[in-house]
T-cell receptor
C-alpha cells in the first residue's frame, strides 16, 4: 500500500499565482483532511471531508478551496497565493467505520510563496 | 472547544535518561488523545492513542502515556532515551477548535533533544 501520497513535495509560487496540492490515498478511507504546519504553531486544520461530495471548513479555511469527487482524492486549491500561505501542508486520512483511530499522514508539501 | 497545551517547546535529556513530555488538554467531548512523532523532513507517525480503554497506553519505540482525567493530562514517557528519539513530538485531541467532532487539534509541539 502506498498510504497517503502528496504531490508535489516542494513548490515555489509567486504572489497571486494559483496551484493545486494533490492528495491521494489507496486505503479506502472515508475521511480526508488538510493541515498546515507553521513553526511554533503545531498543525492546524484547513478543510476536511467525510466522503465523496462532502466537505467542510476547519480552523483556517480562508484562501483555500477543496472538493471531493472521489473517495481516493482530496485536492487543495490556492486560488491566489499569498506569502502568508508559506507553510508545510499535510494531508491526512482515516477510516470512519473503524471508529476513532489514528490518522495516516502524507509526507507533506513544502510551499513557499514569494 | 478543544485545545492542547504542550509544556516546553524544547526538552533536552541525556542518552539513557527518562523522557517526559507533558501534554494537557481541554475537550468538550469525551477525549480521544494521540501522540505523534515527526522526524526531520517527514510526515507524522502515530506513537500511541487513548480512546477510553486502558488509561496507561503503550505505543511504539518504547513510549507510553498515562491518561489522567483529574489532571486533564496525557504525558508521554520513555524510561531510557536513545539518540534515535530526537524528533518533534505532537500531542493531539479529537475535534478541532471550531467545534467539529472530527479532525484533530494539535499542540504546538515539543522538540526532543538527546545529549550523548
Amino acid at each position: 500500500n502506498a498510504g497517503v501520497t502528496q504531490t508535489p513535495k516542494f513548490q515555489v509560487l509567486k504572489t497571486g499565482q494559483s496551484m493545486t496540492l494533490q492528495c491521494a490515498q489507496d486505503m479506502n478511507h472515508e475521511y480526508m483532511s488538510w493541515y498546515r504546519q507553521d513553526p511554533g504553531m503545531g498543525l492546524r486544520l484547513i478543510h476536511y471531508s467525510v466522503g465523496a461530495g462532502i466537505t467542510d471548513q476547519g480552523e483556517v479555511p480562508n484562501g483555500y478551496n477543496v472538493s471531493r469527487s472521489t473517495t481516493e482524492d482530496f485536492p487543495l486549491r490556492l486560488l491566489s497565493a499569498a506569502p502568508s500561505q508559506t507553510s508545510v501542508y499535510f494531508c491526512a486520512s482515516r477510516r470512519i467505520s473503524l471508529g476513532v483511530d489514528g490518522y495516516t499522514f502524507g509526507s507533506g508539501t513544502r510551499l513557499t510563496v514569494v | 472547544a478543544q485545545s492542547v497545551t504542550q509544556l516546553g517547546s524544547h526538552v533536552s535529556v541525556s542518552e539513557g535518561a527518562l523522557v517526559l513530555l507533558r501534554c494537557n488538554y481541554s475537550s468538550s467531548v469525551p477525549p480521544y488523545l494521540f501522540w505523534y512523532v515527526q522526524y526531520p523532513n517527514q510526515g507524522l507517525q502515530l506513537l500511541l492513542k487513548y480512546t477510553s480503554a486502558a488509561t496507561l497506553v503503550k505505543g511504539i519505540n518504547g513510549f507510553e502515556a498515562e491518561f489522567k482525567k483529574s489532571e486533564t493530562s496525557f504525558h508521554l514517557t520513555k524510561p531510557s532515551a536513545h539518540m534515535s528519539d530526537a524528533a518533534e513530538y505532537f500531542c493531539a485531541v479529537r475535534g478541532y477548535s471550531g467545534g467539529g467532532a472530527d479532525g484533530l487539534t494539535f499542540g504546538k509541539g515539543t522538540h526532543l533533544i538527546i545529549q550523548p
